[in-house]
């Protein structure tokens, strides 16, 4: 039980399905008995007093509404809102200043929402000493009693209402709405409340017919068409600089293949040359370095000396007719090897760039294993790369 709001709560979870429970609580107290309290509220309610001062042009409206007691004084200057203010508009809540107040009761335009009805009683309570609060819940129509005497509550039902606090009896509630709504001149019948009467302004939809020139369709066609066109300048753009990563792979692959079918020593210069393309894509294209010539380039690192050693003398040196596949498959390791290292050795935006780098298809390393490669095996030793022939 919360005594905060003078309600049950769920201790944690949510409420099932067909969840019923019974609340034994004193019943509402009678007028009289209002009427009789005369002490002060305690201590712990002074919270529900607090109020910013008084508009000088209510204080003369609050004194005629004062009475002999708070409960006559509450009734008096609810009555007074509820037949100053015309309901006009959803109740949700907004700020309701003293100026909002002051219009809502003196104004010209005394229209406002029901919530600033009872914000307009909640205000004037506290002015008049009366500890006061704004409440939230449902009020079913009593026409929707089924035959056990049970309502059925809908969200169409939530209401705001004033609370009012007398001491001995706590917080008491009192709904009430409005006792005009402004007219509404749309043929469907919004109003639930057959308590409510319309106001006395009235209004009339008047509609005029007014001609207007065509709109031009100009502006929204040359739109359409800058539109069009920048999305496939876009289109065009994203397919221009992802080109190459996809031509880099596609490259890859056919070389592979075509490698496989040349032998071990064509497994072997097309591993160092993936190294080497590697390298330029990142920035280090030199592309007239021999094998050995390029360790200069880099620390000292065991890995890369073992393959240009293995490259050199597989293509130009003493193991060039004793290649075997073996060899190849180290070499190939060695190159993989020395590529995740080279990459893993940058920021991530140098290598995200290196992916879609066209250096090294402007210039890639070794032209001539290229064209070896698209060659037939019975014409490879006429390029200067592989002067043996590739054992079968």
Known sequence: YDKRSDTVRVAQGQLIAGFRYQIASASLPKVDQLQAVVAAPPKEQEPFLEAPPIPARLQPVLADLKRANNWDTFVALRQKVLTSVVANGAGIPKPVPPSRVEQLLLGDDK???PYEATAAI???SRWAGIPSRIGFGFQADPKAKDPSGAFTIRPKDAISYPEVYFDGFGWLPVTGLPEKAKANSSNSNSTKNKDVKPSDDFGVSLVLPEQTPPES?????????????AGI????????????AIRKAIIKSRRRSRARELGPR????????????????LGYGFEADTPLAHLSRFAEDAEHKELAWLVTRALWGDLRDDVTPAMASHAEELSRALRMRLNNAHPATLRFLAIFSRASLKSPYA???VAWLAEKPQKEGKRGLVTAPVPS
């Open 111 to 113: 229209q406002g929402s």
């Open 122 to 124: 909640a205000l004037l």
């Open 217 to 229: 369709r100009l502006a929204q066609t040359l739109l359409a068409i800058l539109l069009t066109v």
């Open 233 to 244: 300048a876009l289109v065009l753009y994203i397919g221009y600089l992802i080109a190459p």
């Open 266 to 281: 064509a497994r072997i210069a097309l591993a160092y040359a993936e190294f080497r393309d590697a390298d330029t894509d």
């Open 367 to 369: 032209p001539e294993l």
